[in-house]
């Protein structure tokens, strides 16, 4: 009795997977609320592996993203996305991530993205103008999407011999790092301290277009020589050598 109700089961589970791994990927697209301020173009292959020619965020362009589908989450109804996206030999963003919660809350984990640090830079109201050089680290643990930019965040910045041309001359910053957390919907990024700027400074981001942010500026003995001369565009120091910093 239990074989007659087996072969059934078995054969309706095999067909249910050969039915979603030929699934196009198009049609998961339409299935999926995408924020606002993310567009995909270039979608091909199916629901098992696809491929997409480009991804808009905020305007930031991600190229050459590949994704791969899971058969464990499908069986357990929810379906997890391997992501691997950019190339060396393409600008842009590069790295992975597992993606899941397609049904309700969009969940990112394990997440590593090698970022130019100019795309940052360029979109900050700096008192200076300023070029930044180098690659961003971007390391997410777990992050979940939400308004107006996330429910959950854990995770850290990383600029490794972080570089800038500021006055027309080339100057190292030494290694900087932020830990990044999400408050009231906001993306928080909060600089680590002990760094040769003496900067401490927390950022608060709505988009990649409208941020707010507060902190100092306190030039100590490692603080780069070049830049001292822009400290006159920060305004006076306070009584503790503090430069206000505020966005």
């Not at 998961?28 to 301020?37: A, E, G, S, W």
């Not at 050459?64 to 393409?90: W, Y």
Request: net charge neutral.
């Amino acid at each position: 009795m239990k074989k007659k109700f087996a072969y059934p089961a078995i054969f309706l589970l095999m067909y249910s997977i050969f039915v979603i791994a030929l699934l196009p990927a198009n049609w998961l697209l339409t299935q999926v609320k995408l924020p606002k301020n993310i567009s995909i173009s270039g979608l091909e292959g199916t629901i098992w592996r696809a491929k997409v020619d480009q991804v808009y965020i905020d305007g930031v362009v991600i190229e050459r993203v590949h994704t791969a589908l899971s058969l464990v989450s499908v069986l357990m109804l929810d379906p997890k996305f391997e992501v691997h996206f950019g190339d060396a030999l393409v600008p842009g963003p590069e790295g992975q991530f597992a993606i899941k919660g397609l049904w309700s809350d969009i969940t990112i984990e394990d997440g590593q993205v090698n970022l130019a640090a100019n795309v940052v830079s360029s979109r900050l109201n700096l008192a200076i103008d300023v070029v930044a050089h180098e690659q961003l680290q971007l390391s997410l643990t777990r992050y979940v999407m939400g308004t107006p930019l996330c429910q959950t965040l854990q995770g850290s910045l990383h600029w490794q011999n972080a570089k800038i041309t500021a006055l027309d001359e080339q100057v190292a910053l030494g290694d900087l790092a932020a830990v990044l957390s999400c408050q009231q919907g906001e993306l928080v990024a909060e600089i680590e301290p002990n760094n040769n700027l003496g900067l401490s400074y927390r950022a608060q981001i709505k988009s990649l277009q409208h941020f707010s942010g507060s902190g100092y500026l306190t030039p100590g003995d490692k603080f780069p020589e070049p830049l001292k001369a822009a400290l006159s565009f920060l305004g006076q120091a306070d009584k503790q050598g503090r430069y206000r910093l505020k966005n």
